[in-house]
């Protein structure tokens, strides 16, 4: 048996071995430990392949937000920089699972939720946006902004934006009649033009183009009810535009003409860092189902360290 903190109370598993010992390698700083775990994991908990690796979950026992990539998991005290976990953020009493299969798997490049508003009406001039969390930039990596947006209003138009063209695919766009469900689109349009963007009062693209009022890209696009863009912006473009490494606070879109019937449900707001130049065909899934995977498994008698680097 393993006392859960999260639930303040004894949790047995269908088969567990007792003799789990869970050490932190640096004892000044034990915000981070080893909560639970199971080394029998033949029900309990599945993976994204559908498989049943054994486990064991972190918890932020501290008061403030910890990156895990100060960390690292280990069964061998030799060896404390064995698996060194993903570059994220765990919150003050945030759990987070951890499969230790030997498979090796990080998904260190989420998308990060930044903007969400709702009755939301498009005026004529820089739309901002301010972010309820902001993007760190790393001042190297592409990024690529997901905007969804819908309104159940019938025959309502697009807002129309001053764009920019570019010599690469910058924007894919798809839109649907009546229902939100666009935001889950897997493929779309690719066009070599976006909105012109403001990041932190920084200007990305001075283009002239417009759309109209039934055509994409639109960020702000409800003539099928509701629509759904991803947009890139390359390294070299944000440092051109004075931008430097550190949080990206907030976006603007320059608005040419709006109806005032016009009103959003809501407007979702999304970054991600990338390597690649171009998007493509296909949407960058918002949301993945990968896993946490450590490079090494567990025995049926074992001892796992959580090391500070």
């Known amino acids: 048996m393993i006392k ?3 639930k303040n109370v004894l949790v047995s598993f269908e088969i567990i071995t007792l003799c789990f010992i869970f050490i932190f390698c640096n004892e000044l700083n034990a915000q ?4 639970e775990g199971s080394n029998r994991n033949y ?4 993976d994204e392949d559908g498989d049943f690796p054994d486990w064991i979950e972190l918890y932020n026992a501290g008061n403030t937000s910890i990156n895990l990539l100060n960390y690292a998991l280990t069964d061998d005290v030799t060896k404390t920089t064995k698996w060194i976990l993903p570059n994220i953020q765990l919150q003050p009493g945030e759990f987070k699972t951890v499969f230790c299969s030997g498979k090796d798997r990080k998904p260190t490049t989420f998308f990060t939720n930044v903007f969400y508003a709702s009755s939301f009406s498009p005026t004529v001039g820089w739309n901002t946006h301010t972010f309820t969390t902001p993007f760190n930039w790393d001042g190297v990596s592409n990024i690529v902004i997901n905007i969804c947006s819908y309104a159940s209003g019938w025959f309502t138009t697009n807002s129309i934006f001053n764009q920019s063209q570019t010599p690469y695919y910058s924007c894919i766009y798809a839109h649907q009649n009546i229902t939100p469900c666009i935001c889950s689109s897997i493929d779309g349009v690719k066009v070599s033009q976006r909105p012109n963007i403001k990041l932190n009062n920084h200007i ?12 994409y890209p639109a960020p702000y696009g409800n003539a099928f009810s509701a629509a759904k863009h991803q947009i890139i912006i390359t390294s070299s473009e944000l440092l051109a535009s004075g931008l430097v490494a550190g949080n990206i606070s907030s976006i603007a879109f320059d608005v040419v003409s709006s109806s ?3 009103v959003y449900n809501f407007i979702d707001i999304a970054i991600k860092p990338v390597t690649y130049n171009n998007v493509t065909y296909n949407f960058e899934p918002k949301d993945t189902c990968l896993r946490y995977h450590t490079n090494f498994k567990i025995s049926k008698s074992f001892v796992l360290f959580i090391c500070e680097l």
């Open 43 to 46: 029900s309990s908990i599945v």
């Open 260 to 262: 005032p019937n016009t």
């Open 4 to 6: 859960k903190i999260k």
């Open 204 to 215: 990305i693209g001075n283009g002239v183009v417009q759309n109209t009022s039934n055509t």
């Open 32 to 35: 981070v430990v080893i909560n």
